[in-house]
T-cell receptor, first 111, second 117 residues
Framework: QKEVEQDPGPLSVPEGAIVSLNCTYS??????FMWYRQYSRKGPELLMY????GNKEDGRFTAQVDKSSKYISLFIRDSQPSDSATYLC???????????FGEGTQLTVNP | GAVVSQHPSRVICKSGTSVKIECRSL??????MFWYRQFPKQSLMLMAT?????????EQGVEKDKFLINHASLTLSTLTVTSAHPEDSSFYIC?????????????FGNGTRLTVT
């Protein structure tokens, strides 16, 4: 079983839709959670960084962490064609910096 | 925000030659840098962890004599692919910690696309 499972997609939505991206994990030592956006042929760009259960909002993006269920989500409101990219969840334990990634979800927002 | 610069962005080389990729933290000191490899439509695969002033730690299955890593300063780490072969063609990405302890997020460079002919 993989430590981090991410809904593989691909996901295709119309412009303006609300997008929900999800990851589950099995390692209870993970304490820090990140969402990255990766455009084709580019490095991952940090979108959200959270370390406690609950919601964190930044503009159109909301990261949600439920440590009791070992489940994290990223919500994108009012999605735009420029949001079309691959989204990667990542997490790490408190005692080290090594990241464990999900497999990524490819999102396409159609105008 | 924290910026990681990676150079070159793209390189084409002949089989048997060596290629050096640089990773720089531009506005912070990075005690730890990470090197990843990414195949098309796949997630990032950690190759090695690079700590300033000490030997890199390689992941299982990664040949340390083939992928030489040097982290000579707090702002620069290099990955040298030695005697490159076509199967080494891939997208290589570095990342760096912002140096705020174990609670800091990782920022990534824009990657280097290596093509070995």
């Amino acid at each position: 079983q993989k430590e981090v499972e991410q809904d593989p997609g691909p996901l295709s939505v119309p412009e303006g839709a609300i997008v929900s991206l999800n990851c589950t994990y099995s390692n209870s030592a993970f304490q820090y959670f990140m969402w990255y956006r990766q455009y084709s042929r580019k490095g991952p760009e940090l979108l959200m960084y959270t370390y406690s259960s609950g919601n964190k909002e930044d503009g159109r993006f909301t990261a949600q962490v439920d440590k009791s269920s070992k489940y994290i989500s990223l919500f994108i409101r009012d999605s735009q064609p420029s949001d079309s990219a691959t989204y990667l969840c990542a997490m790490k334990e408190t005692s080290g910096s090594r990241l464990t990634f999900g497999e990524g979800t490819q999102l396409t927002v159609n105008p | 925000g924290a910026v990681v610069s990676q150079h070159p962005s793209r390189v084409i080389c002949k089989s048997g030659t060596s290629v050096k990729i640089e990773c720089r933290s531009l506005d912070f000191q990075a005690t730890t840098m990470f090197w990843y490899r990414q195949f098309p439509k796949q997630s990032l695969m950690l190759m090695a962890t690079s700590n300033e002033g000490s030997k890199a730690t390689y992941e299982q299955g990664v040949e340390k004599d083939k992928f030489l890593i040097n982290h000579a300063s707090l702002t620069l780490s290099t990955l040298t692919v030695t005697s490159a072969h076509p199967e080494d063609s891939s997208f290589y990405i570095c990342s760096a910690e912002t140096g705020q302890g174990n609670n800091s997020p990782l920022h990534f460079g824009n990657g280097t696309r290596l093509t070995v002919t």
